[in-house]
C-alpha cells in the first residue's frame, strides 16, 4: 500500500493553486511576454527573430503554444495566422505554470537528498511554493522559470550521483540539466559552476583524514570521470541546443551571433535606465519589485486597482538572507576546524553547496554594467530557502518549546505575509487605498 506524504500532497496542491488561478484571466504581452512568445511563433512559422539569450527557452515557449493549438477545442496555429494577438495567452502560460509546479516538487527531492530530515525538506518545498518572485514569472510566457528549474534538478542529480557512484546515468543526466540551464541563459553558468565546485571539495576533502561523510567521499577515478562528464557535458547540450535554430535558420552564423549576444550582456548600458531595474546588493531586501502589469478601473473615489508585480514574499527574503548569512559565518567556522582541528561538522558539506550556491549565483552580477533585475536574484533564492529551512527545522525538533514556538512563528509570519501580499502576484483586483496600503515603501510602487 502506497503511503500518502499529506503535508507535501497539501503544498503541491497548493502550489497548483497558485500558479493556475485565472491562468488566462489577463491579457497577454505582460512584461517580456512582447518578446519570448512572439519568437516563439516567429520560430514555428520559420521567419527568422533575434533573442538575446540562447534558445531553449524559445524552443520551450514553442512547444508549448503548438501543444496548446492542437487540442481539440482551440484554434490552430495557421487559423490564427501565427499572430500572438490572435491566440490565447494559456497557450503560452501553462507550460511555466506546470514547471513552476514540478520545480517545488524538486526542491523537495533535493532537499532529501543533501540534508535526510522530512521536516527540513517540507520546508523548503513550502518556500519554493510560497516565493512570489518565482510564482509570478511561473504565471506568465517568460523563461527565468526554466533556468531555475533546470538548474536546481541539475543539482538533484548530482546528488543522486554522489551517493550512487557507479550509476554514470545519474552523473550524465546532472551534466545534462545543468547544460540546459545554461541555454536558457548564461547565468546557468553558477549551477555549472556550482557542480564543479561540488566535486572539487569531494576531492579536496577527501585528501584528509577526517572525512566530512562518509557518504560524501568518492574514489579518484570516479571523481576524475565526474569532473570530465561535468566539464564535456554542459558544452555538447549548449552547442546541441543551437543545432534546430541554425538547422531553420541556415544562413546565421554560429559566432555572428554570439558576438551579438556578447556584445548586449557586455556593452548594454542604457542611456535612459528601465523604471524597475535594481542593482544585486538590493535584491536580498526586495528593495525593487518589479511591475508586470498595471489597470485602473472605476470613477475617481472609487477606484479599483489591478496589478501584478514581481513581488517576492518579503518575510521570506528577509528571513532567508539573515539564514544564509549565519550560515556562511558557521561555514568559515566549520572551515577552519576542518583544516587546523581536524574535526568535521556533520553539516559541513550542506553548508558548503548553500553557501557557494548562494553567493555563486549572486555575486557575479555585480560584474554587469546592463540593466539587472530583481528576477536575476531566484536562483540564490533558492539556496538561502535551503539555509532557511536549514534552521527553522532544528528549531522544530528542539525540545526546548521556546525554540519550537520561534520556528511556529517564523513560519507563521511568512504564511501571513503570503496571503497579505498575494493580490500583487496574481492580479486580483484591490481598491486604491489597500493596493497603497500593501506598499510599505515607495521603492516599492
Known amino acids: ?125 513550502l518556500f519554493f511554493c510560497l516565493d512570489g518572485s518565482m510564482l509570478v514569472d511561473s504565471r506568465f510566457g517568460l523563461i527565468n522559470i526554466y533556468l531555475v528549474f533546470f538548474g536546481f534538478l541539475g543539482m538533484l542529480f548530482l546528488f543522486r550521483a554522489i551517493k550512487n557512484p557507479e550509476n554514470l546515468l545519474e552523473t550524465f543526466l546532472s551534466a545534462v540539466f545543468v547544460g540546459l540551464a545554461l541555454s536558457v541563459k548564461w547565468n546557468g553558468l553558477g549551477f555549472w559552476a556550482l557542480s ?43 552547442l546541441i541546443s543551437w543545432a534546430p535554430y541554425f538547422y531553420i535558420f541556415e544562413h546565421k552564423s554560429f559566432l555572428d551571433m554570439h558576438n551579438q549576444l556578447l556584445s548586449f550582456h557586455s556593452d548594454s548600458i542604457d542611456p535612459k535606465s528601465h523604471p524597475y531595474e535594481s542593482k544585486w546588493y538590493t535584491w536580498p531586501f526586495a528593495q ?20 501584478v508585480h514581481l513581488f517576492p514574499n518579503p518575510i521570506l527574503y528577509w528571513f532567508a538572507l539573515g539564514a544564509v548569512l549565519i550560515l556562511y559565518g558557521k561555514f568559515l567556522i566549520a572551515t577552519r576546524s576542518f583544516l587546523f582541528e581536524r574535526t568535521a561538522d556533520p553539516a559541513y558539506f550542506f553548508m558548503f553547496f548553500v553557501v557557494f550556491g548562494y553567493f555563486g549565483n549572486l555575486l557575479p552580477w555585480s560584474l554587469v554594467s546592463r540593466s539587472t533585475f530583481l528576477y536575476h536574484y531566484q536562483p540564490s533564492s533558492g539556496f538561502a530557502f535551503l539555509a532557511l529551512a536549514f534552521f527553522v527545522s532544528r528549531l522544530l525538533q528542539n525540545n526546548k518549546g521556546q525554540n519550537r514556538l520561534f520556528a511556529s512563528i517564523i513560519i507563521t509570519l511568512i504564511l501571513a505575509a503570503n496571503i497579505y501580499w498575494i493580490p500583487l502576484q496574481l492580479g486580483i483586483s484591490v481598491n486604491k487605498d489597500y493596493f497603497y496600503q500593501l506598499m510599505w515603501f515607495d521603492s516599492w510602487i
Open 288 to 307: 525593487r519589485p518589479m511591475g508586470y502589469f498595471f489597470e485602473a478601473t472605476g470613477q475617481e473615489g472609487d477606484t479599483d486597482f489591478t496589478s
Open 196 to 238: 564543479l565546485c561540488v566535486l572539487l571539495f569531494i576531492a579536496i576533502t577527501n585528501r584528509f583524514d577526517t572525512k566530512i561523510h562518509d557518504k560524501w567521499h568518492l574514489k579518484n577515478t570516479i571523481l576524475h570521470r565526474s569532473l570530465f562528464v561535468f566539464t564535456a557535458t554542459p558544452i555538447l547540450i549548449y
Open 1 to 125: 500500500m502506497v503511503k500518502i506524504n499529506f503535508p507535501l500532497s497539501f503544498i503541491l496542491i497548493a502550489a497548483v493553486l497558485l500558479r493556475f488561478f485565472n491562468l488566462g484571466g489577463l491579457p497577454g504581452g505582460v512584461f517580456d511576454e512582447v518578446y519570448y512568445p512572439v519568437f516563439a511563433l516567429k520560430l514555428l512559422s520559420g521567419q527568422e527573430y533575434f533573442s538575446v539569450h540562447p534558445p531553449i527557452g524559445v524552443y520551450l515557449t514553442s512547444i508549448s503554444i503548438y501543444l496548446h493549438s492542437i487540442l481539440p477545442w482551440t484554434d490552430s496555429l495557421l487559423v490564427t495566422g501565427f499572430d500572438i494577438n490572435n491566440i490565447d495567452p494559456i497557450s503560452y502560460r501553462w507550460l511555466p505554470a506546470f514547471i513552476g509546479v514540478l520545480l517545488v516538487y524538486v526542491s523537495y527531492l533535493l532537499s532529501l537528498q543533501i540534508h535526510d530530515k522530512k521536516y527540513f525538506a517540507l520546508l523548503v518545498a
